[in-house]
């Protein structure tokens, strides 16, 4: 990505979510449901990523599984640290990641959910 571009969504996004994720805490929102069914369909010890997890609403839909959530947003990961999550500040364009280490991603941001990544 060129640097006019990393800057603008720094800008734009980043800054954006960073000055908001106070107001997520008070947040209720619940889980959507096809996501919920993606998830509850999951071999129990399945090992799943949240990328993109914000505050972690979906890390804890099936306690069966193992769930790792990872952000761009300090403030949002902190939230969800908060609630017992196993949570990292990363970039999502860079994961820390091995290819094919994981049973499933769900990126609800990105709008995806894949089972056998």
């Known amino acids: 990505m060129d640097q006019?571009?990393?800057q603008l969504e720094k800008r734009h996004v980043h800054h954006v979510y960073e000055s908001t994720a106070p107001y997520f805490n008070d947040l209720q929102s619940k889980?959507?449901?096809r996501v919920r069914?993606?998830?509850q369909e999951q071999k129990p010890g399945s090992l799943i990523a949240d990328i993109g997890c914000g505050t972690g609403k979906y890390l804890k839909v099936?306690?069966?599984v193992y769930t790792l959530g990872c952000d761009y947003c300090g403030p949002l990961v902190e939230i969800a640290r908060s609630r017992g999550c196993e949570v990292m500040v990363?970039?999502?364009?860079?994961?820390?990641?091995?290819d094919q280490g994981l049973d499933?991603?769900?990126s609800?941001?990105?709008k995806a959910a894949q089972s056998h990544v």
């Open 37 to 39: 069914q993606f998830l």
């Open 104 to 106: 499933a991603i769900i």
């Open 31 to 33: 889980a959507w449901p």
């Open 4 to 6: 006019e571009a990393v």
């Open 108 to 110: 609800i941001g990105g």
């Open 90 to 98: 990363c970039d999502n364009l860079h994961l820390p990641f091995r």
């Open 62 to 64: 099936n306690s069966q």
